[in-house]
């Protein structure tokens, strides 16, 4: 007899379709090139590992310098800086109060008198001029004495500069006055047709006009403390034509 084997088929069951996702927990296979450089480098050391770590515990931020203890040289450089600033500001202070309590006045300049020695032309253009003045500097100050460390004067007919001169330095207490002779003297200097017109006529007139500008440089001291700045004076004088030469009128200012 023959034996019949009889197979059950169910019904089919469709398989579902791969993922395209794989799950969470599978990870892709490392490639072999990768796993073989791994394989390949070494490993640093314990003993190296262990230093870096140390290192980077103690210091986080290796970008920055380590803290280094100052020498007391720097320390005591910097103290005697700090000193020395606040004494100098505490000198100016002091200065500037005593300066705004006694309200120091600067000194005048004046022409206290003239004489106009000589003036001709040589041709119409070309002047010549001697002139002689009385040069008179006050300190009106009470407690403050004053030191001319530059005096320049120069003169001047219409706008056009015809001589200069200029005095030895001085020192003036407070209170004083001081005179100084001043000697001009004017060699060939050009003057425009409209001047030499104006000179002319001047001296048909008998009244010549002249501008004398003075340049400063002052020192005002108060006991150690003391200050400079610079001072100008401006005088207007008219004189009679020579050979009086007498001086007729003057006007003088004195500014910083």
């Known amino acids: 007899m023959h034996s019949v084997r009889s197979t059950i088929i169910g019904p089919n069951v469709p398989h579902p379709p791969p993922s395209a996702n794989p799950p969470p927990n599978h990870m892709p296979p490392t490639p072999r090139w990768l796993s073989q450089s791994q394989s390949q480098s070494p490993s640093p050391p314990p003993q190296q590992q262990q230093h870096y770590y140390d290192r980077h515990r103690k210091n986080p931020f290796p970008f920055l310098r380590s803290h280094r203890r100052t020498k007391p040289v720097i320390w005591f450089t910097a103290a005697l800086c700090v000193i020395f600033s606040l004494l100098l500001i505490l000198a100016g202070v002091v200065t500037l109060i005593v300066f705004l309590v006694i309200k120091p006045k600067h000194p005048t300049f004046e022409a206290s008198g003239a004489t106009l020695n000589g003036v001709y032309l040589d041709t119409p253009l070309f002047f010549n001029g001697d002139l002689t003045f009385l040069a008179n500097f006050t300190n009106p100050n009470r407690k403050i004495d004053m030191m001319f460390q530059y005096v320049g004067i120069e003169l001047y007919f219409g706008d056009r500069l015809i001589a200069t001169q200029a005095l030895d330095s001085f020192q003036q207490r407070r209170g004083e ?21 104006e000179l002319q006529r001047q001296m048909r007139s008998n009244r ?32 009679a034509a020579p050979p009086s030469g007498a001086l007729l009128g003057r006007s003088c200012a004195t500014k910083r």
């Not at 003075?214 to 020192?219: L, T």
């Open 177 to 197: 006055g001081r005179l100084e002779e001043v000697h001009m003297v004017s060699s060939e200097v050009y003057l425009p047709p409209v001047l030499s017109t």
């Open 208 to 239: 010549v006009r002249y501008n004398i500008r003075g340049n400063f440089r002052v020192k005002a001291s108060l006991g150690i403390g003391h200050y400079s700045y610079w001072l100008y004076g401006r005088c207007l004088i008219d004189l």
